[in-house]
DNA sequence: TATGTATTAGCACTTGGTACTAACACCAGT
DNA sequence: ACTGGTGTTAGTACCAAGTGCTAATACATA
């Protein structure tokens, strides 16, 4: 059926680009029982790139996307400074995907997983596992806020092969989530690897 | 400079066109001191794709994955049974991209995280906040193992708006972590919205 | 010298467009 | 009844980045 308005096809046109950019200009025409210039003229109006273009696009963000998922494995949070075996300390900044639909109020394991990340990190071995760990969430952290969470080493249990770490996220200042992470380690602090394993 | 032998100029140009799917014909042409013409032989020899071709793939590849990263942000592991303010278990695949390259084990927060997304997913309130917890990664889990993980409701502390849940992850049976999760709930199990905030 | 392989050139054709011109339909205003 | 504006359609020339095909040329090797 024809639709009523150029405005109404216009509105439908661009949600259904939207959902299946991979679209030609015939197809549309088509499927709205209008002539492909038309189409071609409601693109121009809404400035909506050609097939090529948008499917270019669309492979484009891809790339990006690699890029952005590939480092979001394997650390959480980006390391400004590192002491090995001292301290570190890590930013996050809390984004839309990172909350609750519901309340914006970010998952817990988001916040673990930046301090856990950090007690890996500050660990100088080849092989470093989290044993155990004891968490508290004192705050909600809200999409927008930036993490700043610090590590430090608080001892050590060589016979064990443990390292202990104190982790504190904050939020201006003011404290959102504090850890202790026990750690497995193939070496002590600054030895070489004569250790046994 | 000419390459040498057309086997070596093919070898290379598998390799640019994996690099940089957006580069013409002619341009490799160019680059490699060819004519378009022999980059279309090699080609068809090697069945790489046209241009336009390989953009769409890209693209396609892309939408793909847009549907595969949002759930994982939501809950992470998928949930196969649900008894609400009860028990819960999920299911989660470890794949290559949650090991350490290193040593093929799994990072210790993804763990975390499937065990947190089910506690928050077993109580039955629009508000559940992570308040503490602790947890012990028994075992090293390896990509390709399937994580079972248990979600048990063990208390309630209704003054505080408390729930406690234990949860136990295993692999082929064998427990491979261990957690105690207190959370924060809006209402009481079963209650309706009569108590207060 | 003949043969095979690699390379290059040229032409017709394809898709999914852009850019532009022209025609027509219809509705409202004067 | 004529004019004007908006919306729609048709048609043409052109473009990028190809495919598919034929033909010519170079070069080495048997």
Same mark, same amino acid.
């Given at each position: 059926?024809?639709?009523?308005? /150029?405005?109404?096809?216009? +509105?439908?046109?661009? +949600?259904?680009? %939207?959902?299946?950019? #991979?679209?030609?200009?015939?197809?549309?025409?088509?499927?709205?029982?209008?002539?492909? +210039?038309?189409?071609?003229?409601? *693109?121009?109006?809404?400035?909506?790139? =050609?097939?090529?273009?948008?499917?270019?696009?669309?492979?484009?963000?891809?790339?990006?996307? =690699?890029?952005?998922?590939?480092?979001?494995?394997?650390?959480? @949070?980006?390391?400004?400074?590192?002491?090995?075996?001292? *301290? $570190?300390?890590?930013? #996050?900044?809390?984004?839309?995907?990172?909350?609750?639909?519901?309340? @914006?109020?970010?998952? @817990?394991?988001?916040? #673990?997983? +930046?301090?856990?990340?950090?007690?890996? $990190?500050?660990?100088?071995?080849?092989?470093? &596992?989290?044993?155990?760990?004891?968490? &508290? #969430? $004192?705050?909600?952290?809200?999409?927008?806020?930036?993490?700043?969470?610090?590590?430090?080493?608080?001892?050590?249990?060589?016979?064990?092969?443990?390292?202990?770490? %104190?982790?504190?996220?904050?939020?201006?200042?003011?404290?959102?989530? /504090?850890?202790?992470?026990?750690?497995?380690?193939? /070496? @002590? /602090?600054? =030895?070489?690897?004569?250790?046994?394993?």
């Amino acid at each position: 059926m024809k639709r009523r308005t /150029k405005k109404e096809r216009q +509105q439908h046109l661009l +949600q259904t680009i %939207e959902e299946n950019p #991979f679209i030609t200009d015939e197809q549309l025409a088509t499927q709205f029982n209008v002539s492909v +210039q038309t189409i071609r003229l409601d *693109r121009m109006e809404l400035s909506i790139p =050609e097939l090529r273009e948008r499917i270019k696009d669309v492979a484009a963000k891809n790339l990006e996307n =690699e890029v952005k998922s590939l480092p979001l494995d394997e650390v959480i @949070g980006e390391i400004v400074d590192i002491e090995l075996d001292t *301290r $570190a300390i890590s930013i #996050f900044d809390v984004r839309e995907e990172h909350v609750f639909q519901r309340n @914006g109020i970010a998952r @817990g394991h988001h916040l #673990f997983a +930046q301090a856990n990340s950090l007690a890996v $990190a500050v660990i100088n071995d080849e092989l470093a &596992l989290t044993v155990r760990a004891n968490v &508290l #969430f $004192a705050k909600p952290v809200k999409a927008g806020d930036r993490v700043i969470t610090k590590a430090t080493v608080s001892g050590q249990n060589i016979e064990k092969n443990r390292t202990y770490i %104190e982790v504190t996220s904050t939020v201006n200042n003011s404290v959102v989530f /504090k850890g202790e992470f026990e750690m497995y380690r193939t /070496k @002590g /602090k600054g =030895e070489s690897d004569e250790t046994s394993y």
